[in-house]
Every structure is written in C-alpha cells, then in structure tokens.
C-alpha cells in the first residue's frame, strides 16, 4: 500500500517512523511504501506453501540452469553483455580470463527491461518471494521492484546457497545451495586431493625405499 502526506499532516491511524518515511528531492510530499521481507529459507518455504507467494527467479540464465526451483518464474536482473564496442571487449577478455575462467560466472550487464518484464507477469499486490544465489541481487531487485509499487514483496536472506536440499522441489542437475559454484574452483579440491597423495606417496617411498628412490633421482638427473 502507498499512502501520499501532503505537509501539514498525516493520515489518523497511521505512525509514519524516520525508517517508514521517504521525501522526494523534488516535493515537499513523503511516500510510504510497504518494506521488503527478508527472510530464511524455510520461512520462504512457508510463504509460498501457505501464503501463496510466487518464487520470481533473478539469477542469470547459467546459474537457473544448474539448479531453479519447480514452477518458478525466471526474468533475470542481469543478461549477458554482447555487446561489440571496443571499451565492452575488452572488459569481456579481462572477466572471462578471471572470474569466468575460475567462477564460472558470465560476462553480464543490467537487464534494461527487468522491471517491465516482472510488472508484465505480475500485478502490484502479487506476493513475489525473490530470489538469487547470494542474496544481493534480489534485495537490489527487490528495492526496484517496491519503487514500481509492488506491495507484498520477501527475499531469502544470502540466497538460494543456504536452502537445505529438500526444502524446495528443484529441477536441474545440482543441488540449490551449490548452482553458483562452476569454473575452476568446482575443482580445485580434486586437485588438492590428487596433488596431496602424490606428494604423501612420494614421502613414503623415500622413507622406506632410499636405495630405490635414490636410483630413481640419479635415472632422471636429480642430485639430493
């Protein structure tokens, strides 16, 4: 609900509290406007199982692809960038060869038509549960979502990566809690593993096999 005071007064039964209060640079006018919920992940369980919230998915398309909740609605606050002006290139390469690369994550820009899309599948006093990965995508999606009047409006605090497998129906091939994670660091442990025995394996073989090991260096040119 948002409720306009002209100045000079306010609405009987209606306590307007500094955080409640919004001014507008441009008029003397101050707007309420309904706060945003943020909330844990079985909490938002239970506001779409018993209040009838809608799960609005934000996360970009390779993320929802990994892991989405069942029957959720995907309009992305971030797209892909294909952009081609050379400023925009050169950023691509320097992302894909970092965060790409080791995250997994997509070279991105704001999605112009974000807000559009959403009020064109959703009404104002619809209950949206938004999500994302982390957390801070669908509070900054929620925040624009409030300025575009929508009423009824929860969000996961830090995100699907701390939904419990089985607190939602998903579809996808990973868990949840683990669709952000790709690129090199899905690995890395492996590595640590592999690299660990090898290293442990060699320790051994030189402390009960010295004669043998020490045949080995001189074979391949090693001094000890």
Do not use: W
Not at 12 to 18: M, Q, R
Not at 180 to 189: E, F, N, R, S, Y
Not at 191 to 208: C, D, P, Q
């Amino acid at each position: 609900m948002a409720v306009r005071i002209r100045q000079g007064g306010e609405p009987a039964g209606i306590s307007l509290s500094p955080r409640r209060r919004r001014r507008s640079s441009s008029s003397c006018a101050a707007v309420v406007r309904a706060e945003v919920s943020f909330v844990g992940a079985d909490e938002a369980k239970r506001l779409v199982d018993e209040e009838g919230y809608t799960v609005l998915d934000i996360r970009d398309r390779t993320q929802r692809e990994r892991a989405h909740i069942k029957s959720s609605t995907h309009v992305p606050l971030f797209i892909e960038n294909q952009d081609n002006d050379i400023g925009t290139i050169v950023k691509r390469q320097l992302h894909n060869n970092f965060a790409g690369l080791f995250f997994g994550l997509p070279f991105t820009k704001l999605n112009p038509d974000f807000a559009r899309t959403v009020k064109d599948k959703f009404s104002p006093e619809s209950k949206v549960l938004v999500v994302c990965q982390e957390g801070l995508r669908s509070a900054a999606a929620a925040d624009a979502l409030e300025k575009e009047g929508f009423q009824n409006i929860a969000c996961i605090t830090s995100g699907l990566q701390t939904v419990k497998p089985g607190t939602f129906e998903s579809v996808g091939k990973s868990e949840l809690q683990n669709a952000g994670k790709a690129g090199l660091v899905t690995i890395q442990g492996k590595i640590s593993v592999v690299l660990g025995t090898v290293l442990i394996s060699a320790y051994l073989f030189i402390t009960f096999f010295p004669d043998q090991a020490e045949k080995l260096f001189d074979l391949a040119g090693i001094s000890l």
